[in-house]
T-cell receptor, first 113, second 112 residues
Framework: QKEVEQDPGPLSVPEGAIVSLNCTYS??????FMWYRQYSRKGPELLMY????GNKEDGRFTAQVDKSSKYISLFIRDSQPSDSATYLC?????????????FGAGTQVVVTP | NAGVTQTPKFQVLKTGQSMTLQCAQD?????MYWYRQDPGMGLRLIYY???????DKGEVPNGYNVSRLNKREFSLRLESAAPSQTSVYFC???????????FGPGTRLTVL
């Protein structure tokens, strides 16, 4: 079983809708949580970074971490066609894994005009 | 600032050939990483370098070697390429928050 599970999609939504993405994980020692966006044939770019539990908001993006359930989420409000990409969750922070991120496989999102 | 740069962008090799993938960063980061990305597998860490002069194995190091040439540059070498090494390779460097990483544009490698 992978340490980080993420539904591969594709997730298709109409423009203006809320996109809801999530990852589950098994290692309770994870404490740093990130979301990366990857456009086709490009490198991943850091979108959101959260330490420990709670919510973080940045413009149209909201990241949530529920450590008790080992579950993280990313919400994209007022989605645009330019949000069409693959979204990767990543996490780390175990005592023996400094700097070594565990990635989900990514969820492909398609926002249709 | 260019961020993280990688060369080449594309490469086709025959089985048994060798090559070196180059990576450089201009963000003054201490840590650098090499990943491979395969469909359905996500990003998997090959090797990393926590600081200049140190390198360590990641999740999938077999068939690869690395060199941390200086603080800016981190290269990945395939000594004898195999079809199983067909993948997209990404270099990354670590930011001020230890676990945030910034990625290069990738190298698409095909081994025939």
């Amino acid at each position: 079983q992978k340490e980080v599970e993420q539904d591969p999609g594709p997730l298709s939504v109409p423009e203006g809708a809320i996109v809801s993405l999530n990852c589950t994980y098994s290692n309770s020692a994870f404490q740093y949580f990130m979301w990366y966006r990857q456009y086709s044939r490009k490198g991943p770019e850091l979108l959101m970074y959260t330490y420990s539990s709670g919510n973080k908001e940045d413009g149209r993006f909201t990241a949530q971490v529920d450590k008790s359930s080992k579950y993280i989420s990313l919400f994209i409000r007022d989605s645009q066609p330019s949000d069409s990409a693959t979204y990767l969750c990543a996490m780390s922070g175990t005592t023996d894994s400094w700097g070594k991120l565990q990635f989900g496989a990514g969820t492909q999102v398609v926002v249709t005009p | 600032n260019a961020g993280v740069t990688q060369t080449p962008k594309f490469q086709v090799l025959k089985t048994g050939q060798s090559m070196t993938l180059q990576c450089a960063q201009d963000m003054n980061h201490n840590s650098m990483y090499w990943y491979r990305q395969d469909p359905g597998m996500g990003l998997r860490l090959i090797y990393y370098s926590a600081s200049e002069g140190t390198t360590d194995k990641g999740e999938v190091p077999n068939g690869y070697n690395v060199s941390r040439l200086n603080k800016r540059e981190f290269s990945l070498r395939l000594e004898s390429a195999a079809p199983s090494q067909t993948s997209v390779y990404f270099c990354a460097s670590g930011g001020m928050n230890t676990d945030t990483q910034y990625f290069g544009p990738g190298t698409r490698l095909t081994v025939l």
